[in-house]
């Protein structure tokens, strides 16, 4: 029994961190039909923000929070200007974009992972921070772990709150079932497009921020984490922001208890292959609606 | 009894819970021209789409040339004899006039030398459409009108048996249909086709067709000559309010 | 046009293989890596870029191939490695290609990165539970004039096919594919036919470089030899020369592989910031690759020429 909620409790944090990167990239993929590849160097460069913001100017991961968030939105902002813009422009056939943003965001990843292995170098790092015991049913999980779950959890719920309680969130909703919905509520496109690729650019750096707090990081972090957001958008439908929260946790829990009860080495086969499994058998469940 | 060219058989298409297409029966035979009318979500491009061999039927059967091809690919309706166009053109955009319709000849139309020796030679075709001053621009650079054109010469050039032409009349002047119904009663004469064309604007099918076919939510509501089908009070109620008004210059 | 082709391909072939007895080794190692890319960049054009279904599993098809090779090196001759490792393959771009070519665009993208991702993890699950070891030592290679004119002769043989299909029907079908799949399927191309044998094709290449590449490193493990780099940087290769052109994806390997051979051991960090730059103003500014630029340029000079 102990060992059952250490694993869904455990299970439950990575998801809570598997949701927000996944909630980000779906949020960009549904409205604008890019599908981000370099979504989690972006959450490595929150991590290394983090980091640095912590060793050299002595501020609480959660005290920098907000600036790294608008941080990155407007990190955000800049790349959807540079490259996504352009592209939107001179590519109207939705098939070709989708074919040549994923190009781009591999010349991002490219790009952001090797500035930042040239600024901080290969090695892993990482700092102390609420690394004491909390014990939840008489089992015991450090603290930072908890709070990043609660802070995964409140950013991710709040995400959704804005996305159905507000016009501007309603309206993002609307455009990703019919992308000429816009037209009709008369949402200026121009400007939506970037303020949401740099949301899920906030929301990737805010993961990678809680992160920092648990594990060691890398500049070659990131790439794993795209690919389980790939994952569990498939899960939880392309599209759809509540499923990302849904499908993160639950594959995170998922995760744990197979990996307890296979090798951890089967754990990549086994996210490959249901990832492609559910991709080949459900295209239009999941990639479309 | 000879075998009708193209013969389709209480066909049902269904996209999830919604029937698009609800046992409609069709007989086409060769040098005959049969028209399909209907209100728009009639389900007229989705039959279509299944005696082309793009969707399977859920049920039912397609017979081509007395041959039972139901469930088989398009590619294989295509060598059978069948050829269509689209509503919206869809020609190779970055082809030539004459590589697209050769693109037909190289596949379907290679298969078919044994059945059909007309209209071998792009240079043929291209006449025979009056296209042949267009021959060396790109499709995507000839104008709409054109474009039309061009789907035919491409669905010509697989040497067909049974032509399926998707609204080829829409959007065009008055001028240009009559020009369109001319070119299908020389597909007829000449060729030898049979043709099935679908319309939304009833008014020119009705003077260009020997039979035509009702459909209306999916299902057959009327069949028969022209002029009794325009009198059937179901097909006039079926148009109100729809096609009516724009249907009748 | 196709005989022009070939003859050029002759031509410079001749040239390459008479480098490994005119130059030292560093630059025939340069070389050899340019006609790998060569391999990679145009059998993966020769699909992908006539039919628009943008792979990125060619590490998935150029690690299989080296492992056939790590496994049966030693005990058979070596055309037989390589012939293995192509139709290895081939053979599993075939069966892949069945379960995933009903799926365009991103889909298709996503999923052969997803398939040469799970093979890499597969391998090295099976090396792990079969073999005990990762990776493999390779302790009997043949000579590395033997390799390199294997790999040219894989190189010559990528191009002369690409040569042959553009002027084919079969490459005409995959042409029709990439600008209209439906339509060409109801003008009686046999679409799901074509497309996996072009894809299997397009693979064999990538196993039999892959199988001749493997002697040369002595040591493979799975992230070497799966390394999705390999597959992406093919991309790269072949949409910034140009994905419907033969001499772009030429041109742009030799490139490539300088930028590689110099930057990568000083400034490895740079070099691959440099290819991510690259591949970004490749898509956004030059759709038709290098090669747009002199076939642009080409048509634009043509009237003046006429008057």
């Known amino acids: 029994m102990r060992l059952w909620i250490e694993l869904v409790v455990s299970g439950l944090i990575t998801g809570g961190i598997y949701a927000l990167v996944a909630m980000g990239l779906n949020l960009q993929y549904g409205l604008m039909r890019i599908l981000n590849v370099s979504h989690g160097e972006f959450l490595m460069l929150g991590a290394y923000l983090t980091y640095w913001a912590y060793l050299v100017m002595h501020l609480s991961p959660f005290v920098f929070l907000p600036p790294l968030l608008v941080g990155l939105f407007v990190v955000g902002l800049v790349v959807h200007r540079l490259c996504f813009r352009r592209l939107a422009e001179t590519t109207p056939e939705v098939e070709a974009f989708e074919a040549r943003s994923l190009l781009v965001g591999f010349g991002l990843m490219f790009v952001v992972q090797n500035v930042a292995l040239l600024v901080w170098g290969a090695d892993l790092r990482g700092y102390q921070y609420l690394a004491g015991t909390v014990s939840i049913a008489g089992v015991g999980f450090t603290a930072n772990r908890l709070v990043a779950f609660a802070a995964a959890l409140v950013l991710g719920l709040g995400l959704i709150a804005v996305l159905r309680a507000t016009l501007l969130g309603r309206a993002v909703r609307a455009m990703m079932q019919s992308p000429t919905g816009a037209l009709l509520v008369g949402i200026d496109v121009r400007r939506l497009h970037p303020a949401v690729f740099g949301v899920g650019l906030a929301l990737a750096g805010a993961a990678g921020a809680l992160l920092s707090m648990v594990f060691e990081i890398s500049p070659s972090m990131g790439e794993p984490y795209t690919v389980t957001a790939l994952i569990v958008i498939a899960l939880g439908g392309f599209g759809s922001v509540t499923g990302s929260l849904l499908g993160g946790l639950l594959l995170g829990v998922v995760e744990a208890i197979g990996m307890h009860l296979t090798s951890p080495s089967l754990k990549m086969v086994l996210s490959y292959g249901v990832f492609m499994l559910v991709l080949i058998t459900r295209p239009n469940g999941l990639f479309v609606r | 009894m000879t075998t009708p060219a193209l013969a389709a058989r209480s066909v049902v298409v269904r996209f999830g819970g919604l029937t698009a297409v609800d046992g409609v029966d069709l007989d086409v035979d060769d040098r005959t021209v049969v028209g399909i009318i209907g209100p728009n979500g009639a389900g007229k491009t989705t039959f279509f789409n299944a005696l082309s061999g793009l969707v399977t039927p859920a049920s039912g059967r397609l017979f081509v040339g007395g041959a039972d091809l139901t469930g088989k690919p398009a590619h294989v309706f295509a060598r059978a004899g069948i050829a269509r166009t689209f509503q919206t053109p869809r020609v190779f955009a970055d082809m030539t006039v004459a590589e697209s319709v050769r693109f037909g000849l190289e596949f379907a139309g290679r298969r078919r030398r044994a059945e059909r020796a007309s209209l071998a030679e792009v240079p043929a075709i291209l006449d025979f459409l009056g296209l042949a001053d267009s021959a060396a621009l790109p499709a995507r650079a000839v104008t709409p009108a054109r474009q039309r054109l061009l789907e035919i010469g491409m669905a010509l050039a697989t040497r067909p048996r049974i032509l399926l032409l998707d609204e080829v009349a829409a959007g065009l002047t008055h001028a240009e249909v009559e020009k369109v119904a001319r070119l299908v009663h020389r597909c007829r004469d000449e060729l030898g086709l049979g043709v099935v064309w679908i319309e939304h604007a009833v008014a020119v099918l009705l003077d260009a067709v020997e039979r035509v076919l009702v459909l209306h939510q999916g299902r057959k509501l009327a069949e028969g000559i022209p002029s009794a089908v325009a009198r059937d009070p179901l097909v006039i109620e079926a148009y109100l309010g729809d096609g009516a008004a724009e249907a009748r210059p | ?307």
Not at chain 3, 71 to 76: E, F, P
């Open chain 3, 1 to 307: 046009m196709a005989r022009r082709g070939l003859a050029a391909v002759a031509g410079g072939a001749a040239v390459a293989a008479a480098l490994p007895w005119l130059l030292d080794d560093f630059l025939v190692s340069l070389a050899l890596s340019c006609l790998m890319y060569v391999a990679l960049a145009t059998s993966w054009a020769m699909f992908s870029g006539a039919t628009r279904y943008v792979s990125l599993g060619t590490s998935a098809f150029f690690g299989l191939g080296a492992y056939v090779s790590a496994w049966t090196v030693a005990a058979a001759p070596w055309p037989v490695v390589i012939a293995g490792g192509a139709l290895i393959a081939a053979a599993f771009a075939g069966l892949a290609g069945l379960a995933i070519l009903h799926l365009r665009g991103t889909y298709f993208a996503v999923l052969t990165f997803g398939m040469s991702e799970l093979t890499r993890h597969a391998v090295t699950y099976g090396e792990k539970q079969y073999a005990g070891t990762v990776g493999r030592v390779l302790t009997v290679a043949p000579s590395s004039r033997t390799v390199y004119l294997t790999v040219l002769a894989i190189a010559v043989a990528a191009v002369g096919v690409a040569v042959v299909v553009r002027g084919s029907r079969f490459g005409l079908a995959l042409i029709g594919i990439g600008a209209d799949e439906q339509r060409a399927q109801t003008l009686g191309v046999p679409t799901r036919r074509v497309k996996v044998a072009g894809f299997a094709l397009s693979a064999a290449f990538a196993g039999a470089a892959g199988a001749a590449m493997a002697v040369r490193w002595t040591y493979i493990d799975p992230t070497a030899v799966f390394n999705p780099f390999i597959g992406l940087q093919t991309v790269l290769i072949a949409i910034v020369g140009g994905p419907l052109s033969l001499t772009g994806p030429l041109l742009a390997a030799l490139v490539f592989s300088l930028l590689a051979e110099f930057l990568r051991l000083q400034f490895p960090y740079a070099y691959l910031i440099a290819l991510g730059i690259l591949l970004i103003v490749a898509v956004l500014y030059l759709p038709q690759g290098l090669a747009g630029l002199w076939q642009t340029r080409a048509r634009a000079e043509r009237p003046t020429a006429a008057r």
